[in-house]
């Protein structure tokens, strides 16, 4: 028997939904005008709001020491009037990226005179769980309604506050301009049952996407009955040639690892080619070991090593998300090849060669989202790319691979016009 | 503890899946001459050994029997030199199809000069589980090598000698171009148990796609690590306007519903205005009477019918496939599309209007993988669409929905260009 607070939560989580389902009807009609105008004038009121917003920030940030938080984490929730003025800014870039509803991908007519349309419509309703950054709520909820989407924010408690002040802002004025408020709902309990109630709902949500630890991941792919967009691991990598030039690939390496160790672009793993490792190990181990970095490699390069702890089996799939990086020799672009599509989770990949034909073949080979040639793996990134805001990365082979976008949130549908057409 | 016949099953499967993603590291290289040559000169040779197919075929048909076939299966099953010569057909045509493989889909140079290639790509490995028709055998493994994937081959036993017999010519041709023949492997146990085996393999089978009933696509979506590309039901409506053409209505509806009742884009439910179903209804009764069609319609239908049965709330979300069609009067456009977004298995959805506004606003929120204006339900299929081959057909909204050909079995990774680029 379910207890009166588990049905109060599940049908709470239901209404939730179905009215994120029926605010979708209505979205996937907007003009690109209506959205636009939406997103400039919800940037302006942030800003002009940004007094109420403090003030709900101060709820959350005097919670902050009753939850634990850490200082990274406090400085996260902290809102500013510039960190405030940073979030109205997103929204106004937002506006200015290109509509994927409505385009046109392909159509024909056909010889028996039936016109065929392939054209890019939204998902529907988008569930996103995510980590307790006041900007995320709001950058999603941009995201969300620029390319059709309903969406349910289900945010950390951490930010509950700030998150509902700046939901606030956008749902009233979505309401003066006609789009309806439901588009964009945050999820008000703090259960951490709510999160499974939304994930049985396929007949309302579309698309579930998890953002945080692989555990919260985990949990979200073996219960949700819907798609799920996600990646769990990036363990990238970068293959040293023979023909790489040396000093570029220190400096490739030290931003690929040391940059921002704890991304999911960040560089775990090294593969250097035999004929070049005891020239260029020693120089690695020196610049790393200035950066606090240990060195963990196979046998063979701990000749080559000071230092080197010897890796084992696990190394070789660990993403260490901190100063540990692994190295493997190899004595050829196949083996190299080889080596990272069994060990790589397929996040990025990178080869630092001068050689053309090295390069074209690893960007062949190499089955990962994305394959940097002679750059840091650090540019796999939305921004980087050219794409303007994302929602999240998918190291999935189906539907999206990569950063996910505004065009990365949609589906499409075939409309076919005809004057009586029957088959014969 | 397994027993021995079942550690046998598992590693033959394992076997069978783990070459299959050493081929499609092979396949995703390959050019579209190469493939093509191969599917040309496969189909010239399933022509010469048409004699040693149609024997294979014998040994089939000798069995059907024993396997109890109705009719309709084995007329399904038999191959004749005309039938042979449609399948060699069938691969000249894939030959003539665009190669999705390389398409660059898009492509900038970022301000830093960083050059991003967004590329067209193999899914890898696809596992197909299939009726037994030896035609799609030939089909299937055609579009996979075409689209640069592997492809495990998971026919009925009813046909596993003719599905060898075609799998051997077009093996021992691949062999001959340099195409790995592990390529396109067929299934040589009709052991039950090996659909369960490899449905757990996905660090080697990127995509299952489950072909035949609904309690098979059931088990596989169950079962199954890794993405399914699938469709349930095809409950597909047609709404006759206000403004339709009401002869025209007739001869669209017949088509929809009567030419192929047992098909997924065949007619189940039609939604009827108000204003015109007095007159409307006797003469489709009329029609449907002579079709042998039973009406099901609601209360209100009744006083328009002589011989309609009362609809219950099951029939609006049934997939009769047979010799019933379900009536639904309504009093708007809105509550048209409200009734069929609520009910439809957003296959195929039609509306009969001759007024364009109403014809835009049922394409753009009845939310379908196919929406036809003042045509049959019955053109949402690969061919119909311009798309040529198709391996089946997809209700699901990501990543393909829809009639899914080459372009379906792709997926794109990023190739980032540098010139020792670092993240700032």
Known sequence: MSTVAENDLASYCHSVARRAKVASRLLCALSTEVKNHWLIESSKRLESSADQILLANQSDLANASILGLSTAAIDRLTLTHGRIGKIALGLREIATLPDPIGELIDGSTRPNGLEISKVRVPLGVLFFIYESRPNVTADAAAIAVKSGNAIILRGGKEAIHSSRAIIEVMQSTACDFGIPPDAIQLVETTDREAVGEFLKLNQWIDLVIPRGGKSL???????????????????????????????????????????????????????VHRSIAA????????????????????????????????????????EYLGPILSIRIVGSLDEAIAHINQYSSHHTDGIMTSDLSSARTFATLVDSAAVVVNASTRFNDGGELGMGAEIGISTDKLHARGPCGLRELTTYKYIVYGNGHVRT
């Open 217 to 271: 991941i985990r949990r979200v792919v073996a219960e949700a009955t819907m798609p799920v967009l996600k990646h769990y691991d990036g363990n990238c990598h970068i293959y040293v040639d023979q023909h790489a030039n040396l000093g570029m690939s220190l400096q490739v390496i030290e931003n690929a690892k040391c940059q921002r160790m704890g991304v999911c672009n960040a560089l775990e793993s090294l593969v």
């Open 279 to 318: 020239n260029f190990l020693p120089k690695l181990e020196l610049q790393m070991s200035g950066n606090g970095v240990e060195l963990r490699g196979d046998v063979e390069s701990q000749t080559h090593l000071k230092k080197g702890v010897l890796a084992t089996e696990d190394d070789w799939s660990a």
